[in-house]
Each structure stands twice: as structure tokens, then as C-alpha cells.
């Protein structure tokens, strides 16, 4: 999946999102008018703050603007008795409410409740009638919001791509970093693979998130843990690339780490719990310990460098394997 298909597959999700909102947004009109409900325009406008992208995205927001609604009738109710159906009622009103909503963290339900409460000001009537009304229009708007959106799918196959992509940008450092390694001269060899990378992985993590939302019940995290995982190696891996820009000598161990750099490319797959890897990394770091002293100043400090980037390879190692046997243990616990 390249950056063309990547943005095509934006603006064709766009296209659905704006066809949904139209959609929802008529057929909430379309039912406060055979409700012959007042202002039926204001549920197509519900509707239409209420559609987000994910359904628990959407649920949550309907309750919270439901819960808000209750208490915006309080407020309103309040105003209005004790100050009459003014401007400064309605201000006063809204002073209240939004700074609730703010502390609430109820933001989105600002203007959508206001809206309502605006309808008992134009009107100039707090009637029983009107509460029904506008109750109506909340319930007509949220409930085509919700259901609008209750196709939405996890996108598996997506987010297998995705990561897959990852995985082969993350292998394709490895190789670089093999080959630089055993060269003196570092000119050319840049850090711009990880501006590609992080890309990558945040294309990879909006999926996964978006997933996430799209699972109302038996939710796992298993897509976002695993690219936090990548994430988390790309950090250890950029700083691996800072220790081989420092080396100017080169030891004869070099070309060891170089082997296995490769190694781990040979065997880097998505349910390889690196077990094997990390044994043979610590016979290295073993040997390295056994091995005679450095005879120079400049072989000294290439070592040291080398010993450093063993142990940020140990990291990036058990990365991967502690997310494996997490997951492991959690499938057995669910049997």
C-alpha cells in the first residue's frame, strides 16, 4: 500500500462519511416531520454532530450529550422562570452550561443542546409540550447518528497490511544497518528511513485504533499493543543508528554483530517469539566478556560502542518477546 492508495483509500472513507451524513441527516428530518414535531431541521442537525467515525466513538457521545441534555433543561428551566424568555436569560443559560460542559468534558454537547434551548426562548413557552419536542428531536437525532453507523466494521485485512509494512520497512533498517556497520566511511547513510517509518506506523496505529472503537464486545487490543511494540523498536533502533555514525574503527567483533543483524532479519515474523535470538545474543555478550583487551584508545571506544549496541539489540529483542509471551499467556487464561 503506497502513499497514492493510502490517500485514495482517505477519499473514498470522505466519500462515505459525507453520503452517511446526508443520508442520516434526511432521514431524521424525514421522521420529526411525521412526527409533525416543531423546528424538524434541528434533528437533521443532531444527526449530523452525532455521526462519528467509530461506533464507540459514537455511543459515547450520544450518552453524553444525553446526559448533558437533562441537565441543560435544568439550567434553561432556571433561567427562563426566574429571568423570563430574554437574551440575558439565554446568555446566562449558556454561561452555565457551557462552562459544565467544559468541566464535564462534555464539549461536543455545547451547541447541539443550546440549539434546543433555544427553541423554548423562540417560542417563549417552557410547556410540557415543548419538553416533548425537543426530546423527540434529541432521540430522532442520536438514534439515526447510532445507526448510521452500525456497519462499521473492524478492517482486519487492512491493518494486516498495514503492519506488514511496517515490519518490512523495520527489516529493511536492520539490512542497512548490517551493511554500514562494516563500512569506515559513513557518508550517505541518513536517518530518513525513520521519518518513513514513523509514517508508516502511524498509518498502521490509526487503523488499529479505528478497529479498536469498531468492537463493541470481546474487544482486544492486540493491533494497537503490537504496533506500540513497533514503535517502541523503532526508538531503540534510531539509537542503534546514532552508535554506528560514531564508529571510526573497526574491531573484528564488527563483522560479528553485522551477522547477526542479518540473522535477525532471517528470522524476523510476526509470531516468532525471538527465544532463539536472545540466546544466542547472550553467548555474544558472553564471549565479548572473555575476549582480550582492546590495545588502542580508538579500538577501545569502537568496542565499547559495539558492547552498546548489543545491549540496545538485547532491548529490541525482548520487545518483541515479551509482547509474544504476554499474548500467550492471556490466550491460555481465556481457555
Given at each position: 500500500m503506497n502513499k497514492i492508495s493510502v490517500k485514495e483509500r482517505k477519499s473514498r472513507e470522505n466519500l462515505t462519511k459525507a453520503l452517511k451524513i446526508a443520508i442520516a441527516a434526511v432521514l431524521s428530518i424525514a421522521a420529526a416531520n411525521m412526527l409533525e414535531l416543531a423546528n424538524p431541521v434541528t434533528a437533521g442537525i443532531i444527526t449530523v454532530l452525532s455521526i462519528q467515525n467509530t461506533k464507540r466513538e459514537t455511543l459515547k457521545t450520544a450518552a453524553n450529550r444525553a446526559i448533558a441534555f437533562v441537565c441543560a433543561l435544568l439550567l434553561a428551566s432556571i433561567c427562563y422562570k426566574t429571568l423570563g424568555f430574554t437574551i440575558l436569560a439565554f446568555s446566562i443559560y449558556l454561561f452555565f452550561f457551557s462552562l459544565l460542559c467544559l468541566s464535564a468534558r462534555w464539549g461536543e454537547a455545547i451547541v447541539m443542546n443550546s440549539v434546543l434551548m433555544s427553541h423554548f426562548l423562540s417560542a417563549k413557552s417552557f410547556s410540557p409540550e415543548m419538553v416533548f419536542n425537543e426530546l423527540m428531536l434529541l432521540i430522532i437525532g442520536i438514534f439515526f447518528g447510532i445507526l448510521i453507523n452500525l456497519h462499521l466494521r473492524r478492517k482486519e485485512e487492512e491493518f494486516e497490511i498495514l503492519s506488514s509494512i511496517v515490519d518490512e520497512e523495520i527489516k529493511e533498517i536492520l539490512?542497512?544497518?548490517?551493511?554500514?556497520?562494516?563500512?569506515?566511511?559513513?557518508?550517505?547513510?541518513?536517518?530518513?528511513?525513520?521519518?518513513?517509518?514513523?509514517?508508516?506506523?502511524?498509518?498502521?496505529?490509526?487503523?488499529?485504533?479505528?478497529?479498536?472503537?469498531?468492537?463493541?464486545?470481546?474487544?482486544?487490543?492486540?493491533?494497537?499493543?503490537?504496533?506500540?511494540?513497533?514503535?517502541?523498536?523503532?526508538?531503540?533502533?534510531?539509537?542503534?543508528?546514532?552508535?554506528?555514525?560514531?564508529?571510526?574503527?573497526l574491531p573484528r567483533q564488527t563483522g560479528d554483530i553485522s551477522e547477526f543483524l542479518n540473522h535477525i532479519v532471517s528470522q524476523y515474523h510476526r509470531d516468532n517469539d525471538v527465544s532463539e535470538l536472545l540466546q544466542e545474543l547472550e553467548e555474544m555478550l558472553e564471549n565479548v566478556k572473555h575476549q582480550e583487551l582492546p590495545q588502542s584508545r580508538g579500538e577501545f571506544e569502537a568496542r565499547a560502542i559495539l558492547f552498546y549496541i548489543l545491549k540496545q539489540l538485547e532491548d529490541f529483542l525482548r520487545l518483541k518477546n515479551q509482547f509474544i509471551v504476554s499474548y500467550r499467556v492471556s490466550a491460555k487464561t481465556s481457555i
Open positions: 539490512r542497512r544497518m548490517s551493511q554500514k556497520l562494516c563500512e569506515e566511511d559513513k557518508q550517505g547513510y541518513n536517518d530518513n528511513c525513520f521519518m518513513r517509518l514513523e509514517g508508516k506506523i502511524e498509518n498502521a496505529k490509526e487503523c488499529a485504533l479505528k478497529n479498536y472503537n469498531n468492537t463493541l464486545r470481546n474487544v482486544s487490543a492486540y493491533e494497537l499493543d503490537y504496533i506500540k511494540m513497533r514503535e517502541n523498536q523503532s526508538r531503540v533502533l534510531k539509537n542503534i543508528y546514532q552508535s554506528i555514525i560514531m564508529i571510526k574503527k
